[in-house]
């Protein structure tokens, strides 16, 4: 990394930090930048998870993020990053995900994170859907106090006997990697351990930095030993090390220039459960779609007006799932229900409300909203791994972190209390993932806050 690491304090031993809920790792690494273990500004994060973690409160006032404890109180598990990114600390994030988690397409994205003066509130300008289906863009020239974020989304691959044991467990799986290879816009799943695309998602830019910090991938000049570390893959030679030479190089060029960085891991990253799929039937799921659906406006690249028309509508709609799920809590006899069924886009409400009653008797509506507003553009992934799968993943991750510099902290998320990471697999997940990361970098300091 940079030499000018050298003016930040080292830790003795690296720290790992483990606790429950994702969002709780944010104090930690504000811990580490107030000890100056972390540069206060431009830290890159490695993240590895089975969700993207991007989002941002939709509420949240902007300036709140400028006084931490406001600022921790504000957040969850699915919106902990890009408040911090706001803030100033965070200027890369690499998405590390497995294949089966889509969320944001695969590739190199620049875009703005600002305050909409509007509203007060933290906004983007990316176009991807993921930001969309939430209400969160904002055009360039209505933000204030713009960052840049610099985002690399890539999947790994954990082989061809992970990907053969996933289709083996059923057609709906099949599918869904199916979904995914379309996504993706490639030639299908490679052969080697890692596969990245090399698709640019950039938005216009006023003032974008020039320097070669940028999203821009050049060469690394870090010589390391990627032939050795891919020669136990699985697949063609030529075609793993191609792949493998390319990732190693798209991380090293950002984390070769920096500081320091963060890794972070959240377990269910090997193995994720969908847990709303345990809570409502197929049919009442959906209903759940019909009623928050989203599709993306087709537009042209100098058509703002397109893409904010689409926001102002989403988040009326979301709005109207909010206030009726919200009254529903007070009242939803038969006459209360068919009166929110006559507005526009409700009007599936009435049946979803009667299945929940003859299952539930007294439905969670404010669950039910939660669910509803995964149910979008896509699901969120559900993928419980084998024993099999969890250990290519894991020799997958291996061979990624042993051609990458040693992380300032590492801090990981167990996500297994509300069910995203199966309470059954992620005690085995942690110690199997602690012994990798020993065999990385050593003797650890690890901090089970949980």
Same mark, same amino acid.
């Given at each position: 990394?940079?030499?000018a690491?050298?003016?930040?304090r080292?830790?003795?031993?690296?720290?790992?930090?483990?606790?429950?809920?994702?969002h709780?790792?944010?104090?930690?690494?504000?811990?580490a930048i107030g000890?100056k273990?972390l +540069?206060?500004t431009?830290?890159?994060l490695?993240?590895l998870? @089975?969700?993207?973690?991007?989002?941002? +409160?939709v509420?949240?006032? /902007?300036?709140?993020?400028?006084?931490?404890?406001?600022l921790?109180?504000? %957040?969850?598990?699915?919106?902990w990053?890009?408040?911090?990114?706001? /803030?100033?600390?965070f200027?890369?994030?690499?998405?590390?995900?497995?294949?089966w988690?889509q969320?944001?397409?695969?590739?190199?994205?620049?875009?703005?994170?600002?305050?909409? #003066?509007?509203?007060? !509130?933290?906004?983007?300008t990316?176009?991807?859907?993921?930001?969309?289906?939430?209400g969160?863009?904002?055009?360039?020239?209505? *933000?204030?106090?713009r960052?840049?974020?610099c985002?690399?989304?890539?999947?790994?691959?954990?082989?061809?006997?992970?990907r053969?044991?996933c289709e083996?467990e059923?057609?709906?799986l099949?599918?869904?990697k199916?979904?995914?290879?379309?996504?993706?816009n490639?030639?299908?799943?490679?052969?080697?351990?890692?596969?990245?695309?090399?698709? !640019?998602?950039?938005?216009s830019?006023?003032?974008?930095?020039g320097?070669?910090?940028?999203? !821009?991938?050049?060469?690394s000049?870090r010589?390391?030993?990627?032939?050795?570390?891919?020669?136990?893959?699985?697949?063609?030679?030529?075609?793993?090390?191609r792949?493998?030479?390319?990732?190693?190089?798209?991380? *090293?060029h950002?984390?070769?220039k920096?500081?320091?960085?963060?890794?972070?891991?959240?377990?269910?990253?090997? @193995?994720?459960?969908?847990p709303?799929k $345990?809570?409502?039937?197929?049919?009442e799921? $959906?209903?759940?779609k019909?009623?928050?659906?989203?599709?993306?406006?087709?537009?042209?690249?100098?058509?703002?007006?397109?893409?904010?028309?689409?926001?102002?509508?989403?988040t009326?709609?979301?709005e109207?799932m909010?206030? /009726?799920f919200?009254?529903?809590?007070d009242?939803d006899?038969e006459e209360n229900?068919?009166?929110?069924g006559?507005? +526009?886009g409700?009007?599936s409400?009435?049946?979803?409300v009667?299945?929940?009653?003859?299952?539930l008797?007294? #439905?969670?509506y404010?669950?039910v909203?939660?669910a509803?507003?995964?149910c979008d553009? @896509? $699901?969120?992934?559900?993928?419980i791994?084998?024993?099999?799968e969890?250990?290519?993943?894991?020799?997958?991750v291996?061979? %990624? %972190?042993?051609?990458?510099?040693?992380?300032?902290?590492?801090?990981?998320?167990?996500?297994?209390?509300?069910?995203?990471? #199966?309470?059954e697999?992620?005690?085995s997940?942690?110690? =199997?993932?602690?012994t990798?990361? =020993?065999?990385?970098?050593?003797?650890?300091?690890?901090h089970?806050?949980?």
């Amino acid at each position: 990394m940079s030499g000018a690491a050298s003016s930040l304090r080292r830790y003795t031993e690296l720290p790992v930090w483990i606790v429950e809920d994702h969002h709780h790792v944010v104090p930690y690494i504000y811990r580490a930048i107030g000890s100056k273990h972390l +540069p206060m500004t431009d830290i890159c994060l490695v993240h590895l998870d @089975s969700h993207p973690d991007l989002l941002i +409160p939709v509420d949240m006032a /902007a300036d709140s993020v400028f006084d931490k404890e406001l600022l921790f109180g504000d %957040l969850s598990i699915e919106n902990w990053i890009m408040p911090v990114v706001y /803030a100033g600390h965070f200027s890369h994030v690499f998405w590390l995900h497995p294949f089966w988690a889509q969320q944001i397409t695969d590739g190199k994205h620049r875009f703005f994170i600002g305050r909409d #003066p509007s509203t007060k !509130t933290i906004r983007v300008t990316s176009t991807e859907s993921y930001f969309l289906s939430d209400g969160l863009y904002v055009p360039e020239k209505l *933000l204030e106090n713009r960052k840049e974020l610099c985002l690399q989304v890539i999947a790994i691959d954990p082989g061809e006997e992970g990907r053969a044991g996933c289709e083996e467990e059923g057609g709906a799986l099949a599918a869904k990697k199916a979904k995914s290879e379309h996504v993706t816009n490639g030639e299908g799943w490679s052969e080697a351990v890692c596969a990245s695309s090399s698709n !640019t998602n950039g938005q216009s830019s006023e003032g974008k930095p020039g320097d070669d910090t940028t999203c !821009t991938i050049q060469p690394s000049t870090r010589k390391r030993h990627v032939q050795e570390a891919s020669a136990t893959a699985t697949g063609s030679p030529d075609n793993k090390l191609r792949q493998h030479e390319e990732i190693v190089t798209d991380l *090293l060029h950002v984390l070769d220039k920096k500081e320091a960085y963060v890794l972070d891991i959240d377990l269910d990253f090997f @193995s994720v459960k969908n847990p709303f799929k $345990e809570m409502y039937t197929q049919e009442e799921f $959906e209903i759940l779609k019909q009623l928050y659906s989203f599709t993306k406006p087709e537009w042209k690249e100098d058509d703002e007006e397109a893409l904010v028309d689409c926001v102002e509508a989403r988040t009326r709609q979301l709005e109207d799932m909010e206030a /009726a799920f919200s009254d529903l809590c007070d009242d939803d006899s038969e006459e209360n229900v068919q009166k929110w069924g006559t507005i +526009p886009g409700l009007e599936s409400l009435a049946q979803l409300v009667r299945s929940l009653k003859e299952r539930l008797k007294t #439905p969670d509506y404010e669950m039910v909203h939660q669910a509803g507003l995964t149910c979008d553009y @896509s $699901e969120l992934p559900h993928h419980i791994s084998a024993k099999e799968e969890i250990d290519q993943l894991m020799s997958s991750v291996k061979r %990624l %972190l042993e051609d990458l510099p040693k992380p300032t902290l590492i801090t990981v998320a167990r996500s297994s209390l509300d069910d995203y990471c #199966p309470p059954e697999q992620v005690d085995s997940i942690q110690e =199997r993932m602690l012994t990798v990361l =020993r065999s990385c970098y050593g003797p650890l300091e690890v901090h089970l806050e949980f």
